[in-house]
């Protein structure tokens, strides 16, 4: 497992647009052209996607799941991260930048 991620809860995401993703019917199905590996996620991941086609700082991200899901933020703020740090990972989202930086 890598633990030297770069995102924490100041990072701005953003998802690569040169993935191609179709919804089959809660959950996505995406497909990286440049790994030759397809991906898919269920709807909460799906949620997640949705949110990042612009930079979004992962605080903001974290504090919008928190009202749409009713979830505390930090069982949240973990299982969001670990979301982002895999899809860093298999490089389908960028870090943009830091908040305050």
Do not use: F, K
Not at 43 to 69: D, F, K, N, Q
């Amino acid at each position: 497992m890598v633990t030297d991620s770069r995102i924490h809860v100041a990072s701005i995401v953003v998802r690569r647009q040169d993935l191609l993703a179709t919804p089959i019917g809660d959950d996505l199905a995406m497909l990286s052209v440049e790994r030759g590996c397809y991906y898919y996620m269920n709807s909460t991941g799906r949620r997640v996607w949705s949110m990042l086609t612009t930079a979004i700082p992962v605080s903001e991200l974290c504090e919008a799941l928190e009202r749409e899901y009713s979830v505390d933020p930090i069982t949240c703020e973990c299982e969001v991260l670990s979301l982002l740090r895999d899809l860093e990972r298999e490089r389908l989202i960028v870090v943009a930048g830091e908040c305050g930086a």
